[in-house]
């Protein structure tokens, strides 16, 4: 039918320009896979197709986040296919193809292979790749940056001055790179009371806005630490939490002017 087949040749020719926004830290349990989790949600809120990649080799945690724990991709024509989660985003991550107990054995070019096997895989129509890093600069980081060439970095750093040290380094590594800095998160900053909502600043306030000024790096808001972001996230329901849509609108309209 002429119809079809010019529809066909239409879809191919409007083949979509994906964009990867890594979204990095320079030390672990800041909260980098939370905030990829919500960070992906909310972007597909705001109307964007996007795929999760989870390249934390040393601790693969999106596939829980997402709710597939467990779960395997197939392959179409020796590319993965990403795993469909409850969320409607497709997820591919470091922990569906090493099991958890081996990744310290995986020794650089095969974990930067493992990688682009990720990121070169069969996304579709996603626009957008949000793709959660390993924590720190090493060689999956550098793969990244100079085969892939991410669209943009989204830093995140706790409150403390220590992981704001170590998130300068994560900074550094794409600057070098010539990949843009999107912006500061600041996760984890102040508690949120489970019984009043009272917000209190056990470890200071301010410390990574003032920090992301100094490096003149945008700063893209404030996470508090809230015992209903733990409790979604272990439920495998990384349900976009309040505080996560205004860093989703930012970094859509980072994306908008870029
Ligand atoms: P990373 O990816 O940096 O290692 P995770 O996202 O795995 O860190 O977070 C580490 C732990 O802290 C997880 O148990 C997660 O649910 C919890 N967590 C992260 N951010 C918050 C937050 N804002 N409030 C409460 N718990 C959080």
């Known amino acids: 039918v002429p119809g079809i087949a010019t529809v066909r040749i239409a879809q191919t020719a409007q083949r979509t320009t994906r964009?990867?926004?890594?979204?990095?830290?320079?030390?672990?349990?800041?909260?980098?896979?939370?905030?990829?989790?919500?960070?992906?949600?909310?972007?597909?809120?705001?109307?964007?197709?996007?795929?999760?990649?989870?390249?934390?080799?040393?601790?693969?945690?999106?596939?829980?986040?997402?709710?597939?724990?467990?779960?395997?991709?197939?392959?179409?024509?020796?590319?993965?296919?990403?795993?469909?989660?409850?969320?409607?985003?497709?997820?591919?991550?470091?922990?569906?193809?090493?099991?958890?107990?081996?990744?310290?054995?995986?020794?650089?070019?095969?974990?930067?292979?493992?990688?682009?096997?990720?990121?070169v895989a069969n996304w579709g129509d996603a626009d957008t790749l949000v793709v959660d890093m390993p924590p720190g600069t090493g060689d999956i980081q550098l793969t990244m940056v100079q085969k892939h060439k991410p669209a943009g970095a989204v830093i995140v750093s706790t409150p403390q001055d220590l992981s704001l040290i170590d998130a300068k380094r994560a900074i550094d590594l794409f600057r070098k790179a010539g990949v843009p800095i999107i912006g500061l998160i600041e996760n984890m900053a102040g508690y949120a009371c489970p019984h009043c909502g009272e917000l209190s600043d056990p470890?200071?306030?301010?410390?990574?806005?003032?920090a992301a000024g100094e490096l003149g790096i945008p700063f893209l808001g404030r996470i508090p630490l809230d015992i209903a972001i733990r409790t979604a996230s272990d439920a495998g329901n990384a349900a976009e939490a309040g505080a996560f849509r205004e860093v989703a609108v930012r970094v859509d309209a980072w994306m908008r002017a870029a």
């Open 19 to 119: 964009r990867i926004i890594a979204v990095a830290s320079g030390k672990g349990g800041v909260g980098k896979s939370t905030v990829s989790a919500n960070l992906a949600l909310g972007l597909q809120a705001l109307g964007r197709k996007v795929g999760l990649v989870d390249a934390d080799i040393y601790g693969p945690s999106q596939p829980k986040l997402m709710g597939v724990e467990g779960s395997r991709p197939q392959a179409t024509d020796k590319l993965l296919d990403p795993v469909p989660t409850p969320h409607g985003i497709g997820l591919l991550s470091m922990g569906q193809l090493v099991p958890a107990d081996q990744a310290i054995a995986w020794r650089g070019p095969m974990a930067a292979g493992a990688l682009t096997q990720l990121i």
């Open 203 to 210: 470890f200071g306030k301010g410390g990574a806005e003032t």
